[in-house]
């Protein structure tokens, strides 16, 4: 009988052994928790506010483990940052280890829909982070020396540059980021929401320059799908798209437009029949689906309403003559 006892005891002992084992090196997964420690705050307040902000299960068992193997535990105060699986042991590591060798500070960039790269150039410049000239070198040709960019399938060392493919949205990204890594992150981004939706389609590249201009032009989503339509059917018909955009995208000038229509360049779309080289600015989701799923009309013509933004559009010369005296003079 006494032997059963014994028995019953060890067993028990081993089953507590078990749990606290257990409940100890359980992980809890965590994305992007910041926990703040206050000045002079103790261990058993730094304790219950980590249950509280469900960083551990278990304060007591918490306690438990600092009294058992960490009695002379010293927290620094601070914000650390929590992004993983992490047990009772990873978490007491980490603060005793203080604030600066755990957190990575971050800052968010926002690229703008219809932003071209010139204007991304001036972003990073204005942000302090790399200076304007670092960037649009970048964008042009320091990219194509990347083996991690190049694995993307929509890149290739023949493109002029990155534009089109800087994908407007907002980033996340470490303070210590090199372009290289900010870039990645963009293009990624793209790979995701824009190639492997549309990379089904023929012309991939032409439909991408199509949407820049389309991101350009229109100043409404209800106008871009007709917009579309009017490129399409003035291509198909050896007409010149005639868009200003294009020559401000060279001229960095929209009040000269009369005149720069004369000078002789590509982008020059009132010389030029067909699209431009490359894109001329970097389109967001609305108009690259536009430019890949256009509308069915007739319309050759449009302009824009001075007050509202919309798209007024005309099937003849005479049709759009007559909507730019009546909208615009």
Do not use: C
């Amino acid at each position: 009988m006494k032997k059963f006892i014994i028995i019953g005891i060890i067993t028990f002992f081993i089953l507590i052994i078990f749990i606290f084992l257990f409940l100890l090196f359980s992980e809890i997964g965590l994305k992007n928790k910041y926990f703040i420690i206050e000045e002079g705050k103790s261990i058993p307040t730094i304790s219950n506010n980590l249950k509280k902000e469900g960083i551990i299960k278990n304060d007591f068992l918490f306690l438990l483990f600092i009294k058992a193997f960490n009695k002379d535990l010293k927290v620094v105060a601070g914000e650390y940052l929590f992004s993983g699986y992490y047990n009772i042991p990873n978490i007491i590591k980490i603060l005793s280890a203080g604030p600066s060798n755990n957190i990575k500070k971050t800052y968010d960039i926002t690229i703008i829909e219809g932003w071209d790269k010139y204007k991304v150039a001036e972003y990073f410049d204005n942000l302090g982070k790399f200076s304007y000239k670092k960037v649009l070198d970048f964008i042009d040709e320091d990219w194509k020396s990347d083996d991690n960019l190049m694995k993307f399938e929509f890149l290739d060392k023949n493109l002029e540059s990155l534009e089109g493919f800087i994908f407007p949205d907002t980033y996340q990204i470490y303070e210590n980021s090199s372009l290289n890594e900010i870039f990645y992150k963009i293009l990624l981004n793209f790979n995701t929401k824009i190639f492997s939706e549309f990379s089904k389609y023929n012309n991939f590249y032409d439909k991408l320059i199509m949407a820049s201009i389309i991101e350009k032009e229109a100043m409404l989503d209800s106008d871009r799908g007709f917009i579309a339509s009017v490129i399409y059917n003035r291509i198909n018909s050896s007409m010149p798209l005639q868009m200003d955009s294009t020559i401000i995208y060279v001229t960095r000038d929209r009040n000269n437009i009369a005149n720069d229509k004369f000078l002789d360049f590509e982008y020059n779309t009132y010389k030029y029949t067909g699209l431009t080289p490359t894109p001329i600015s970097n389109p967001g989701y609305n108009s690259i689906y536009s430019a890949f799923n256009p509308e069915i009309s007739d319309y050759y013509y449009f302009i824009n309403k001075q007050d509202t933004g919309e798209a007024i559009f005309a099937k003849t010369l005479n049709e759009h003559n007559y909507n730019i005296n009546k909208y615009l003079r």
